[in-house]
C-alpha cells in the first residue's frame, strides 16, 4: 500500500494526526495509470497462463508483475479520484529526468490535492532515484519545512 493511500484509509478513522507527507517520485495508482496501459498482448498471455510476467528495468535486473499485484490494484487504485484530501501538507518532489514516472502522473495527483496544502518541488536534473548529495539536501530542507509548519500550527 502506497503512502496516500494509506493516508486515505487512516482518515477513515479519526483522529489520526498526520503531520505532514513527503511524496519522492510518487506514482498514486501505478498499476492502473502506469503498468496496465503499457501491457503487450504477450504480456497478457503470461499473467494467464504463469501468473505473471517480466520486463527488464533499469533499477533492477528484472521486474515481476504478479496477477495478484495488478488485481490488488484494481482493487485499491482510489487515490487518483477528485478532491481527494489528506488532511495535511503535502510536498512532492519529482525529477524531470525521472524515467519512471511521469510529470503528467505527478500534475494528475496534484489537481485532486487541496491547494493550498501542495508544495511541488521540481529537480530540473533529477532522475527517479533522486539519490545524489544536493537531491538529498532537497528532500531534507524539503523534510525540515514541513517540520517547522507543523510546530507553528501546534
Not at 2 to 31: C, H, S, Y
Not at 50 to 59: A, D, L, Q, V
Not at 79 to 106: E, R
Amino acid at each position: 500500500m502506497d503512502a496516500l493511500r494509506m493516508v486515505k484509509e487512516l482518515n477513515k478513522q479519526p483522529p489520526f494526526p498526520i503531520a505532514g507527507l513527503l511524496l519522492i517520485a510518487p506514482a498514486p495508482d501505478f498499476t492502473k495509470e502506469l503498468i496496465e496501459p503499457r501491457l503487450t498482448e504477450a504480456d497478457k498471455e503470461q499473467l494467464k497462463t504463469k501468473g505473471y510476467f517480466e520486463e527488464k528495468s533499469p533499477y533492477f535486473e528484472t521486474n515481476i508483475w504478479q496477477k495478484e499485484t495488478l488485481e490488488d490494484g484494481e482493487k485499491n487504485n482510489l487515490v487518483l479520484t477528485p478532491n481527494f484530501d489528506p488532511n495535511c501538507p503535502v510536498h512532492i518532489i519529482y525529477g524531470l529526468k525521472d524515467d519512471a514516472v511521469p510529470m503528467k502522473l505527478i500534475d494528475k495527483l496534484v489537481s485532486v490535492l487541496p491547494k493550498e496544502r501542495v508544495v511541488k518541488t521540481i529537480i530540473n536534473d533529477g532522475d527517479h532515484q533522486l539519490s545524489r548529495p544536493e537531491d538529498i539536501e532537497v528532500i531534507l530542507r524539503s523534510l525540515d519545512n514541513l517540520i517547522n509548519t507543523n510546530e507553528k500550527m501546534l
